[in-house]
């Protein structure tokens, strides 16, 4: 009955996708947005099996006892012992198994997700400040100039891009810690002061989706949101030729100290000896 209940299960979830319409069918996950989404939900979708899987046996190690092994006489008293080594052991090695397991497909599809693409279509450079986003088209054909869009905590920003096509997103902050996170493309990746991380993917459906920051980064923290506007090529370079009609040409402003760490330049040096 127990292994018929597991296979029940595992055979009901293996029907779950991470496109389906029902939320259930896709185990509480957005509808997947990117080409990267097939690794982590690969992982999601064995820890639910797994913990299917060891909810059910727990479930029977706790009812079988109670019910086998009942009292059934008034003066019956069951046997009394100390200590189980077997028992004991397994209590040890099974979640060792069971971390070291995860473990691996946690790495596996990690490094499936950020692995890079050789020649990527586009290239945004995705500046995470204070309290608002910045992105920073680079290298279109569709412009003269890179142009960028920019948002303020009262008017969040909006970013831009072109469906099936292939982005590399270079992150950069000027000041504090923030993570760039797009729930539909099932990947945040820390923005970090100093520093230049980045990361590559396709998006795979066309729609709006809302993005935010995943790093508590300060008082501010919740206005830190974004659109995610994934159109058609189209769309996406009659956006970029009208932000470069509305004069959003060139970095916005930030991005250039956004590559300095803060304290770290000669001009700051040379402020602190003075004081």
Avoid at 91 to 96: F, L, R, S
Avoid at 183 to 209: C, I, Q
Wanted: glycine letters at 6%; a negative charge.
């Amino acid at each position: 009955m127990k292994w018929a209940v597991i296979a029940l299960g595992m055979a009901v979830l293996a029907g779950c996708s991470p496109r389906d319409e029902s939320d259930l069918k896709r185990l509480a996950l957005p509808i997947a947005g990117s080409d990267r989404s097939d690794a982590m939900w690969n992982v999601w979708l064995g820890a639910w099996i797994a913990a299917g899987v060891i909810a059910a046996i727990v479930l029977f190690l706790i009812l079988y006892p109670a019910v086998a092994h009942r009292r059934r006489h008034p003066d019956e008293v069951p046997p009394q012992v100390r200590y189980n080594l077997p028992i004991e052991a397994l209590y040890t090695i099974a979640p060792v198994i069971i971390v070291a397991v995860f473990f691996y497909h946690t790495i596996t599809a990690q490094n499936e997700m950020i692995k890079d693409v050789e020649n990527p279509d586009h290239t945004v450079t995705v500046v995470g400040s204070k309290w608002q986003w910045s992105f920073n088209y680079q290298d279109e054909q569709a412009v003269s100039e890179d142009v960028f869009d920019l948002g303020t905590p009262e008017d969040p920003a909006e970013l831009w891009l072109p469906v099936d096509e292939s982005v590399r997103f270079e992150l950069l902050s000027p000041d504090v810690i923030h993570s760039f996170w797009v729930p539909e493309f099932y990947f945040k990746m820390d923005v970090v002061p100093g520093r230049e991380n980045s990361f590559d993917l396709t998006p795979t459906r066309e729609g709006t989706f809302t993005g935010r920051c995943a790093e508590l980064c300060g008082v501010y923290h919740t206005r830190m949101i974004f659109k995610v506007n994934v159109v058609s090529r189209a769309e996406y370079d009659a956006h970029l030729q009208e932000l470069e009609q509305a004069g959003a040409v060139g970095a916005p402003e930030g991005q250039k100290y956004a590559s300095e760490l803060a304290g770290s330049s000669d001009d700051d040096a040379q402020d602190g000896a003075g004081n």
